[in-house]
């Protein structure tokens, strides 16, 4: 009974990294529009509501432990962005922003993810993407829109932001609790 245990347990981690490699790799079911849009008005910015964010620094990679080292700068980047919105940002920084997090969420190596790490980090970080994707997505639909204004895109841009916010949170927590 232990050999058939790991062996189902061994199967789950393989599905959920290969849920995992398919998920958020640029919203191409979301209508491919973070790489193909309009070009926005540069005046046009949306603040985010002020949040709280966690109070800690980057975390250093050379006393992380394999997590930290695997799914940090993807976590790391998103938080950055996070910190972005609070000051506002134009369509274009935005998009820019989200195309630099797609990179480095596609530099993780994820056939080497351990499943706690992917249950407590990387799982609720990648549903923070794909909200920011969602997010651009209704950007740049807007931008392509004539009459839709900043206005107009700001309360589906900041529940979609709220909720990222709330996944990268728990995301963060999951690092704090594997880190070393």
Same mark, same amino acid.
């Given at each position: 009974?232990?050999?058939?245990?790991?062996?189902? #347990?061994?199967?789950?981690? #393989?599905?959920?990294?290969?849920?995992?490699?398919?998920?958020?790799?640029?919203?191409?079911?979301?209508?491919? &529009?973070?790489?193909? %849009?309009?070009?926005? *008005?540069?005046?046009? &910015?949306?603040? =985010?509501?002020?949040?709280? %964010?966690?109070? =800690?620094?980057?975390?250093?990679?050379?006393?992380?432990?394999?997590?930290?080292?695997?799914?940090?700068?993807?976590? !790391?980047?998103? *938080?950055?962005?996070?910190?972005?919105?609070?000051?506002?940002? &134009?369509?274009?920084?935005?998009?820019? @922003?989200?195309?630099?997090?797609?990179? &480095?969420?596609?530099?993780?190596?994820?056939?080497?993810? @351990?499943?706690?790490? #992917?249950?407590?980090?990387?799982?609720?970080?990648?549903?923070?993407?794909?909200?920011?994707?969602?997010?651009?997505?209704?950007?740049?639909?807007?931008?392509?829109? !004539?009459?839709?204004?900043?206005?107009?895109?700001?309360?589906?841009?900041?529940?979609?932001?709220?909720?990222?916010?709330?996944?990268?949170? @728990?995301?963060?927590?999951?690092?704090?609790?594997?880190?070393?």
């Amino acid at each position: 009974m232990h050999a058939a245990a790991r062996s189902l #347990l061994v199967g789950c981690a #393989l599905l959920a990294v290969l849920m995992l490699a398919g998920c958020g790799s640029g919203g191409s079911d979301q209508g491919g &529009t973070v790489t193909a %849009t309009a070009a926005a *008005d540069p005046g046009a &910015t949306v603040a =985010k509501e002020p949040q709280a %964010t966690p109070d =800690k620094k980057s975390r250093p990679h050379s006393a992380a432990g394999p997590c930290q080292t695997q799914l940090g700068s993807f976590v !790391a980047s998103m *938080d950055s962005l996070r910190r972005r919105l609070a000051v506002g940002v &134009t369509f274009d920084q935005y998009l820019a @922003e989200v195309r630099g997090i797609r990179s &480095t969420y596609r530099k993780i190596p994820i056939d080497e993810v @351990e499943i706690g790490c #992917l249950d407590s980090v990387g799982t609720p970080a990648e549903k923070a993407f794909n909200r920011y994707i969602q997010a651009a997505n209704d950007w740049g639909d807007c931008v392509s829109e !004539a009459g839709c204004s900043s206005e107009t895109v700001e309360p589906v841009l900041q529940r979609h932001w709220r909720i990222a916010s709330h996944f990268l949170s @728990e995301a963060d927590a999951g690092l704090d609790a594997i880190a070393p």
